[in-house]
């Protein structure tokens, strides 16, 4: 490619680093930051720097499958700076960007004068994996700029390249400050272990990421993955995030599907970890035009390992197949490369026909085409992870090697190791976080600088006034309010006051504090009493004259609601603090429609009779007058 049509610059520029970046992304810049060299050959020195990372990525990520975007690098310019720059959409797969870094930072050792600036849509998230180490005045607020790596190694652009004080470093202050004082940027081994110690399990990790599953599939898909195999990742991503236009085509028996479940072949299919887990895990009733194959599956199906192993790879292909018919319904709509890619092979095969379609013995050759990885990595035990958090194991006889591969063994024992760390600080306190070094909000700049330092010791101790919570949550529950008075042991009290006298102050608050529980607690007895909520006896009882006649039979309701009535009035005058061996009051309408309730029952069971029994009354039945004459 020619150095000119490599060079992109765009209309209207990309603005200040770092840009917002979508969620899930990743964004890299490479920086030639060499004062000898001339700026004429800077283009040229770019373009080798980009041959040169393609070519690396393609010697070790060779058959690694992306999970969105690959990598890319293409040369532009911003803000008079010339440099190669690179985004990737990493989806679920966290791996992508630790790849990306990888290859990048090995890419700094073979140029000398080549420096990376990496982020993501959290932000400087090199500096976030090296959190517990970092120097106290690098906080989130000015950290932008900030992390390069050069030569392999991680270097951090000192407090003193801002403009102002403690504020976000632009990406020209940057790079302006890398070229003129190389030797001033701050370098610690322990940020640098911290912030880079996920690749320590590169490249290994790039090869025992991938996994292998046999798959039942058609033979036309079989070959679109032998010529792609990378169109697994959108297909995948098709079939979790599916919805209900892209599965027309596999709703009814009627439809014209790109991929008909006829002429089935078993085939190794090559995922990431991720993919596979996103496929395996989710359930998928298989479509109607899956459903005799299923059928006929099932119906010779035994319990022995083999039919069980077909049913298996059957389920994953009937999975694998929807996902790529579901990606062909707007594949090239799409805004990706290897969906638009699978767009341009599905239709030079249906344009070909049959004869681009392997046959068996084709297949035979193809390489591991009948490999199949163990997926017990997909299960969790339980009780090795049990045992991986307390530090035990293989203590017990018998015990697996330990929760996960090495790389989560390494992983978990690291956040076990920082959160003990953590529980162990004897530098912290009920407080909780120190804010001392907190920077302040950049809007406040612009006040006066006595301001600044007022606020911003005010700021450095959070404070908690017991008293003040302690009054308002007495004026909530419905206390009066204690005055300062109180508070502080009566008028005269101070704070210079000897110690017993701050000690007899104590006595008097918490005295008060009792008396004042004491009161409410009474408060809410009495009410509680006058609604009968603490009537604990069990016998059944009825408020007298109302609920039941002499009797014992309703027969006397009215006479006897009359009769409470009258009463009413009587006891509203004189109506006092009532102990639990007085009478109840009743309200007359929830009397009414309590028993008018239970008589709609009919002597069976219901809300009203329910309600009664719960609260210990035990209501006779209510029969009608001609039901006892005909008795």
């Not at 359930?283 to 005799?292: D, N, V």
């Not at 059928?295 to 790529?324: P, R, V």
Request: with cysteine; hydrophobic share 35%.
């Amino acid at each position: 490619m020619d150095v000119e049509e490599a060079v992109h610059f765009p209309e209207h520029g990309f603005g200040e680093f770092p840009r917002k970046l979508p969620e899930n992304c990743v964004e890299y810049l490479l920086f030639i930051l060499d004062n000898k060299l001339e700026p004429r050959n800077v283009l040229p020195e770019l373009e080798a720097v980009r041959k040169a990372a393609i070519n690396l990525c393609d010697t070790v990520a060779k058959g690694y499958i992306w999970q969105r975007d690959s990598f890319q690098l293409r040369i532009e310019r911003d803000q008079h700076l010339v440099y190669l720059r690179g985004v990737t959409d990493y989806g679920d797969s966290i791996e992508d960007e630790w790849l990306i870094v990888y290859i990048l930072r090995e890419l700094t050792r073979s140029f000398p004068s080549l420096w990376l600036r990496i982020f993501d849509g959290d932000g400087e998230f090199l500096l976030i994996e090296a959190a517990n180490v970092l120097p106290k005045w690098l906080s989130p607020e000015i950290d932008n700029n900030r992390a390069w790596i050069h030569d392999g190694m991680l270097y951090i652009v000192p407090l003193a390249a801002s403009s102002g004080k403690k504020i976000a470093l632009s990406l020209a202050e940057a790079v302006r400050y890398i070229q003129s004082n190389p030797d001033d940027l701050v370098h610690s081994t322990f940020v640098e272990a911290e912030a880079l110690y996920r690749l320590e399990k590169y490249p290994g990790q790039i090869t025992d990421s991938i996994h292998n599953s046999l798959a039942t599939i058609p033979r036309k898909l079989a070959y679109i993955l032998h010529e792609r195999p990378s169109t697994i990742a959108p297909a995948v991503e098709a079939f979790y995030l599916r919805n209900p236009t892209a599965m027309k085509p596999l709703a009814s028996l009627s439809g014209n599907p790109h991929f008909p479940p006829q002429d089935l072949v078993t085939i190794s299919v090559k995922f990431t970890k991720v993919l596979f887990a996103q496929l395996k895990s989710q359930r998928f009733a298989y479509p109607p035009i899956w459903s005799s194959i299923f059928e006929a599956a099932e119906k010779h199906s035994s319990t022995t390992e083999s039919t069980q192993k077909a049913l298996a790879h059957l389920e994953i292909g009937m999975k694998i197949t929807s996902g790529f018919e579901m990606l062909a319904t707007n594949a090239d709509k799409r805004d990706n490369r290897l969906a638009r890619e699978f767009s341009m092979l599905l239709e030079d095969m249906e344009e070909d026909g049959a004869d681009v379609l392997p046959t068996n013995e084709d297949m035979e050759a193809w390489e591991d085409v009948h490999r199949e990885d163990d997926e017990s990595w997909l299960d969790i035990n339980f009780n090795d992870f049990e045992n991986e958090l307390q530090g035990n194991r293989g203590s017990r006889e018998g015990a697996s090697n330990g929760f996960g591969d090495a790389a989560a063994q390494a992983d978990l024992q690291k956040i076990v190791s920082r959160f003990e760390a953590f529980l162990n600080d004897e530098k912290a306190g009920v407080e909780g976080a120190d804010m001392e070094d907190m920077d302040q909000d950049d809007d406040l700049e612009d006040e006066d600088e006595d301001e600044d330092e007022e606020s911003e010791d005010e700021d450095k101790e959070v404070s908690f006034d017991e008293e003040q919570f302690s009054k308002l949550m007495k004026e909530m529950m419905g206390l009066p309010s204690i005055q300062s008075d109180e508070y502080e042991g009566g008028p005269g009290f101070s704070s210079k006051t000897t110690t017993g006298g701050i000690v007899q102050g104590e006595k008097e608050r918490e005295e008060d504090e009792d008396e004042d529980i004491k009161q409410l607690a009474a408060q809410m007895e009495a009410e509680l009493k006058g609604h009968g909520a603490l009537k604990l006896d069990p016998r059944p009882q009825a408020p007298k004259g109302v609920i039941a006649g002499d009797d014992g039979s309703y027969k006397g309701k009215e006479k006897a609601i009359l009769e409470y009535e009258a009463k009413e009035g009587e006891e509203e005058e004189g109506e006092e603090e009532e102990s639990s061996d007085e009478e109840v009051d009743v309200d007359y309408n929830l009397a009414k429609n309590l028993l008018e309730s239970f008589k709609s029952q009919a002597g069976m069971a219901g809300p009203a009779g329910n309600i009664l029994g719960m609260m210990g009354l035990q209501l006779p039945r209510d029969e009608d007058e001609d039901e006892e004459e005909d008795g």
